[in-house]
């Protein structure tokens, strides 16, 4: 190449994978032969399954389900942050009651604690609410009362909050203590600091698990036949198949529900992910990099005196 002359332009070829179009096809192909067999597959009642999926019973088992979700959840979040409290106090007693609890309710099977929950009238079969030996306010005939949904939701709220407790946990003890140390000096109070510094910085630690205990708890939901509890989505359809004698197009209605509700979620989740994540990443997003380039145009036509 002589002296002074530009250099031939590099031409770059892009590298081929083989390997990975040759497994794609085998993908699609196991893909496309499972498709063709579930739809000509007579035992699927595909049938039968249209027939349900929007049956009113069917309907209102998916209202029973996010009913149960809802208030579980609710519940665990609230009882959940309770417990990380306590089991970040430097009181020896509560940490050790919040340890204790954790320890008996993550360790035992969520069907487990639920049959106790259903047999719970049988355990205890009156309730006094008072001061012991001394006056009573309250008196309730436990085995009187019909609160299958109630002991339902008790059940998975509870088993839920233990869980709750140590993502809470995690996600405060993963915001820097110089954080606090700097609220501390700036004169706040431990509420302020942890409303105003540690919780919001801790909630990019906290959403995403939270997020997969509300997908999860959706489908925990299908053990409250433990406690009985019947009406949700997996007992309705349940009772329906037990009368039609046709269990395989009854769960697929079930879990076509079940798909549907979860993929709301996951939809939910991500944006609340994005939108606490924010500061968190230096890699920009769509919107950020228009507006920066926007800004930078704006900024040269200033300096040029172009008006346009």
């Known amino acids: 190449m002589a002296l002074g002359t530009e250099p031939d332009p590099i031409k770059a070829v892009p590298l081929r994978h083989p390997g990975q179009w040759a497994a794609a096809t085998v993908i699609l192909v196991l893909a496309a032969l499972f498709v063709y067999g579930a739809a000509t ?24 389900t996010l009913a149960l979700t809802v208030l579980s959840m609710a519940i665990a979040i609230v009882f959940g942050v309770v417990l990380a409290v306590m089991r970040l106090s430097p009181n020896r007693v509560l940490r050790s009651t919040a340890w204790v609890y954790l320890w008996i309710f993550r360790g035992t099977p969520v ?38 949904f109630t002991f339902a939701i008790i059940g998975l709220a509870l088993n839920e909050s233990a869980y709750m407790a140590e993502i ?58 433990a406690v009985p509890f019947s009406l949700e989505l997996y007992g309705a359809q349940k009772d329906i198949a037990g009368v039609i004698f046709e269990p395989i197009p009854l769960l697929l209605v079930a879990s076509t529900w079940y798909l549907l509700v979860t993929s709301i979620l996951m939809v939910g989740q991500f944006y609340l992910e994005r939108y606490y994540a924010k500061g968190a990443s230096r890699q920009l997003t769509a919107r950020q990099l228009k507006a920066l380039a926007a800004a930078q145009v704006d900024d040269a036509q200033t300096q040029t005196g172009d008006p346009a």
């Open 168 to 225: 809470v946990r995690a996600g405060v003890q993963s915001v820097g203590e110089g954080q606090t140390e700097a609220s501390v000096a700036l004169g706040m109070s431990w509420t302020q600091t942890m409303t105003r510094t540690v919780l919001p910085q801790a909630m990019r630690v906290i959403i995403p698990p939270t997020g997969n205990e509300v997908i999860s708890m959706l489908k925990t939901t299908s053990l409250v036949t």
């Open 111 to 148: 069907y487990v604690q639920l049959v106790f929950w259903g047999l719970f009238p049988s355990i205890y079969k009156q309730l006094d609410l008072g001061i012991p030996f001394v006056v009573q306010f309250a008196h309730f005939e436990i085995q009187e009362l019909n609160a299958a």
């Open 41 to 64: 597959n007579d035992a699927y009642a595909w049938g039968t399954y249209g027939d349900y999926l929007f049956d009113t019973r069917i309907l209102e088992g998916v209202g029973y």
